[in-house]
């Protein structure tokens, strides 16, 4: 919790753990105190609500939740508000995410409030690729807020029933605030401190970016622990498989802020080249086992990018199936 | 300083197409310190244009003035003697320098022969880089001396982003991380727990965002 200093603070209080009421199945679950399993769904490059359904329906039964992206890497897709509902039609609980790069304060909480109107549970905020990655890297970005201010005004909105402004909103919207933090970005001694701000902000869970070197992270757990964040905040481990050696050096030279062990590439590189899928999947089943036993990972956050179809799999693997 | 770059050749060559007589503009001030359109740069453009419309068979005359200042009306005014023996004036001021003079001549058209790009310093010798955006309202007494809203690529209040790594910037692996920077100036001077203060929101109503800016002392107006 933040003190009237604006510091965070170790003492439990006001927006700790035990004061959840949304109507999110995320937070139902991890308010029983079960490990967690959600998951990612990429909209398309197009607006065939078939294409969401698809990936949807693999996903069904498997997750407790599914993030539906906003525009990754900067690339145009369907909007996650239009997608999330689609989810929503074919029974999953969506997890709308939102980036601070292309909407500014104004459009930001007028879509929460329609998010919200619609039967969206659940918010996850992010500052958002810069658009130089994208396919329109000619773009102005709008970054009127950041990610930690956009969970705190989630919260105002919700708890506050205040915009911004200060002005009343007349509705609140009943909204579980999730956001993201990476453990393998620099400087690596002010990533548990971070996470700290986003839970004194307002986040109620965390989705962690890949993780694909455990030590690391467990050393980062462990500053987690220290400063008492795991019992403010649910931390939910982010899990990729790799779906081919390319793609894993891919991972390691080229996405910012991604940590990938020379030695996982060589296992991919060990075995024979039709069983690269299977041994990116065992990884990834062996990484879940191996969080879980951390203590304060809640859950786990299947990242199966463009291969929706495998998460059945890595969930019925890890032992995580049926879910609650 | 305002930091600008000359236009590349081919557009400036573009520009002049419809005139032969033209009015060759430098400024001694900031464009001048980051080397793109004083004196010298001048009668370097001034020769190379020459050279070509030549070449073309289409030649030039080119007058060449370096103001002291562009953007400071009593400067400006001191091209109203010859202003108009020129079809047009090229000028290698800032974005502020060439508005200014085309203001005070409105006969005649004034052309940009830079691209102006940001407010920064001479971090070394024929290295320019930013450092403030002019927000109208300074916060780098928070940030410990390192602007956010300029070095970071996100403006982030609350940095760093998950795409630091190494120091660098997601956006560019030249780019410092401003957030990285400024983390390092916490540790120097033993001001980690500063670190987690949630920074408020930024009122842009002082930026851009409110509209064109206008200051006014009323003790010095005449």
Known sequence: ?324 | MIVANRKPFEEIIEMLKPYSKILLLGCNECVTVCATGGSKEVAVLASEIRLYRQKEGKPVEIGEVTLERNCDPEYVESLKPFIHDYEVVLSMACGCGIQFVGEHYRDRLVLPAVNTTFYGVTEEHGVWTERCQGCGNCILHKTLGICPVTRCAKSIFNGPCGGSQGGKCEVDRDIPCAWHLIVDRYRELNMMDKYLEIQPMKDWSTSRDGGPRKRVREDLKI
């Not at chain 1, 795991?230 to 940590?259: F, R």
């Open chain 1, 1 to 324: 919790m933040v003190n009237e200093q604006g510091r965070w603070s170790k003492e439990k209080g006001e927006g700790g753990l035990e004061n959840m009421s949304t109507q999110s199945n995320l937070e139902r679950v991890l308010k029983s105190g079960t490990f967690a399993v959600t998951s990612e769904c990429g909209p398309p490059r197009g607006a065939d609500p078939e294409v969401v359904k698809k990936k949807g329906s693999y996903l069904l039964g498997y997750v407790d939740c599914v993030n539906v992206t906003d525009n990754q890497t900067s690339v145009v897709r369907m909007s996650s508000f239009s997608a999330c509902l689609v989810l929503k039609g074919v029974g999953l609980d969506p997890i709308m995410q939102m980036v601070c790069r292309d909407r500014n304060r104004i459009a930001m909480q007028s879509d929460i409030l329609g998010a919200a109107a619609l039967g969206i549970n659940n918010l996850l905020c992010l500052s958002g690729d810069h658009q130089k990655f994208g396919d329109h890297p000619t773009a102005k970005n709008v970054f009127d807020i950041d990610s930690i201010q956009l969970i705190q005004t989630v919260k105002g909105m919700r708890d506050e029933g205040r915009f911004i402004s200060g002005q009343e909103v007349k509705g609140k919207p009943n909204i579980f605030i999730g956001c993201v933090e990476n453990p393998f970005a620099d400087p690596f001694e002010i990533r548990a401190l971070r996470l700290a701000k986003k839970a004194a902000a307002g986040a109620q869970f965390v989705q962690t970016q890949c993780v694909f070197n455990v030590e690391k992270f467990e050393k980062w757990m462990e500053m987690v622990r220290d400063l008492g964040i795991h019992e403010k905040i649910h931390i939910l481990a982010g899990i990729t498989p790799m779906k081919s050696i390319g793609m894993a050096q891919y991972m390691k030279n080229s996405v910012p802020g991604m940590d990938v062990p020379e030695e996982q590439i060589e296992r991919l590189k060990g075995v024979p080249k039709e069983k690269v899928t299977e041994e990116g999947i065992k990884i990834a089943v062996e990484t879940i086992e191996r969080v879980r036993a951390i203590k304060g990972v809640a859950g786990v956050h299947i990242m199966a990018i463009e291969w929706e179809e495998k998460v059945q799999e890595i969930v019925k693997a890890a032992g995580l199936h049926p879910r609650p």
